[in-house]
């Protein structure tokens, strides 16, 4: 019998290993080349969740009418995800993640915030509500947006707990979710708004991935969105 379960041994251990080694690679310590990665979105939405007449794909591009989202079908788990984007005067935008539930987004995921740092409203607002933070818990490092019209490059990077943020070229921001254990006062001792309702300790780090779209009367529009599971 135990030359028949040797193999077997063998075999997990060298998954085993295979999945470490994987890990390990991430996250990446500058952007991807993503060219061969899969596209999150089809350019005709069919694999996507959203209102019907509000996003649109053209010439390469996402954009919204309204401030609806536009959802994955799919659940994800461990993943890259490496796109660009571009605000416009005022645009206060965010790429979520871990969904659990699309009626209830704001308390049931995590968002990376997407704003246009150079308008005096959001130059202004909590360091927490600027681009690149996580939403409500903690402040990019450095702002490092560039100005409406130009394209900026991000690249998210979620290994369980943790989430890793690259904005145009400069690793700004990563978070343990596992030490913000309760829903009203962050680590740092600052208070996350009241509508972030649950801790994200407690939150599954699975779920879907969503745009939030002309959010604050300001458009946003994403391009070369792909996807690499881990």
Known sequence: MLHRLLPL????????ICAFAQKTDY????????KNWTPLFTEDLSNA???????????GEFTATEDQFLWTNKDYDNFVL??????????????????????????????????????????NSPKSWQCG????RKPATKSVVKKPGQWNRYTITCID????????????????????????????GTEAPEWLSKAPASLPTHGKIGFQGKHAGAPIYFRNIRIKEI
């Open 161 to 188: 707990d943790m989430i890793y943020v690259i904005l145009n070229g400069q690793q700004i921001n990563e978070i343990d979710l596992s030490q913000y254990t309760d829903a009203k006062m962050n680590p740092d």
């Open 9 to 16: 041994s063998i075999t997990l251990i060298f998954v085993s």
């Open 82 to 123: 490496d796109m660009e984007f571009k605000t416009d005067d005022g645009t206060n935008s965010g790429v979520v993640v871990h969904c659990s539930n699309l009626d209830d987004w704001i308390p049931n995921s995590i968002e990376i915030q997407i704003a246009d740092d150079h308008n005096e409203k959001w130059a």
């Open 49 to 59: 969740i959203y209102p019907q007449g509000v996003w649109s794909f053209r010439n």
């Open 27 to 34: 996250p990446p310590a500058k952007h991807p080349n993503s």
């Open 133 to 136: 933070a996580i939403f409500g």
